[in-house]
């Protein structure tokens, strides 16, 4: 008995030996990627050192409403890791380039490509414009303007832009601070804090939680395997009404200053870099369903009575954003009153029923609004058009 006991713990301590030794000959951080991948989509990698999380490069999937059967899209990654055609980062000569910097509004997995606003925008303008008009999407879904700042300066400054141009989403504001509160996808990643309104980048370049060099790796790994997981979860009247929807109240508005205050000075930084790169910035908000959708926000309102007795303007968060922008001299274009309009005549519905994206027709007239206003910001290269060249200055 004692004899299989013995060999039984010879055996564990052996079996621990050699697999210490075999993770200290691998990439401990290649193997946690692998491991997460499943807990999450293939076509992510939640363990980018520069961002975080990022599509995986050559990716194709099937993104689909499974619960309510709004879409199902094929989607293609392109070799640089962004839902787009191929760009060589070098651009032809006599091309003005724009890069798009965004969220999942702007990768828009709920259309095809072919659809998507950024696409449709390129196309007209490359009808409007006297020289070539190019948009790389940069696109990336629950990124803040933290992860877009952090890449334009590794990889987006690369294409050589002329124009970056902002698209912003309210939620972006809480996406950004480390502190926020609320339920909702809650990835680790490099984040920025405010220090007497100086930046301060932590946890860069991003190293996973629960894995770091040094010590055991098999504890580590055990540790990484058996640490609770932050999860999606539904909305309920038991949890705190939604932020997104909350920044439209004054009130709370008032007393939830540190994570607008953050972005602004993200914006501002983002600014400070293009010009460093001698290209310009410009800005566009797409407003959230409930902004322009009285039935919606009647709905949630609803279902946290403790809501009803807050003053709203449900323009609070695109005001507050252009107001901000216009005074660092940032050209901004708010989508809200031109959805509500549209809304109001057609009733033609500019988001999804159920997802809070924009359907094919958002996307559409997305690019319908975006193309007048846009195209007063394009400077040709010299040589193209002389008279565009002297009107169309940021």
């Avoid at 803040?144 to 050589?160: I, N, P, S, V």
């Avoid at 094919?360 to 846009?374: D, I, Q, V």
Wanted: proline share 8%.
């Amino acid at each position: 008995m004692r004899s299989k006991l013995f060999l039984i713990l010879l055996g564990l301590v052996l079996g621990l030996v050699f697999a210490e030794g075999l993770l200290r000959l691998v990439d401990i951080s290649r193997l946690q990627g692998v491991l997460k991948s499943f807990k999450g989509p293939s076509y992510v990698n939640t363990t980018h050192e520069l961002f975080g999380w990022a599509l995986v490069p050559n990716a194709e999937f099937t993104f689909e409403s499974e619960r309510h059967k709004e879409f199902k899209v094929q989607v293609k990654i392109n070799s640089k890791g962004i839902r787009d055609r191929e760009y060589d980062y070098q651009k032809t000569p006599g091309t003005f380039r724009i890069l798009v910097l965004g969220d999942s509004f702007s990768a828009a997995f709920q259309v095809p490509l072919e659809e998507t606003w950024h696409e449709l925008l390129e196309s007209r303008l490359g009808q409007t414009s006297p020289c070539r008009i190019e948009i790389v999407n940069a696109g990336m879904p629950g990124w803040g303007t933290g992860q877009e700042l952090l890449y334009y300066r590794h990889e987006g400054y690369k294409y050589d832009p002329d124009l970056i141009l902002l698209q912003i989403f309210a939620n972006d504001v809480y996406d950004n601070y480390p502190d926020r509160i609320g339920p909702g996808q809650k990835l680790e990643k490099p984040l920025f804090f405010l220090n007497r309104e100086q930046l301060e980048l932590k946890n860069f370049p991003y190293r996973p939680a629960g894995i770091e060099p040094g010590g055991s790796r098999v504890y580590k790994l055990v540790k990484f395997l058996l640490r609770p997981r932050a999860r999606w979860t539904p909305q309920s009247p038991s949890q705190p009404p939604p932020p997104l929807f909350m920044y439209s109240a004054n009130d709370y508005l008032r007393l939830h200053e540190a994570p607008w205050r953050l972005t602004m000075r993200l914006m501002q930084e983002l600014n400070a870099e293009t010009a460093k790169h001698g290209a310009k910035l410009a800005a566009f908000y797409i407003p959230e369903k409930r902004q322009i959708d009285p039935a919606g926000r009647l709905e949630l309102l609803q279902r946290y009575p403790e809501t009803t007795d807050l003053k709203w303007n449900l323009d609070n968060p695109n005001m507050r954003i252009g107001a901000f922008l216009q005074q660092q001299g940032v050209p901004y274009f708010d989508l809200t009153s031109y959805f509500r309009e549209e809304l109001s005549k057609t009733g033609l519905a500019l988001h999804f029923l159920r997802d809070k994206h924009l359907n094919p027709a958002g996307n559409r007239r997305t690019s319908e609004l975006l193309h007048p206003w846009l195209q007063k910001q394009i400077l040709c290269p010299r040589g193209k058009n002389p008279q565009q060249a002297a009107t169309g200055n940021l």
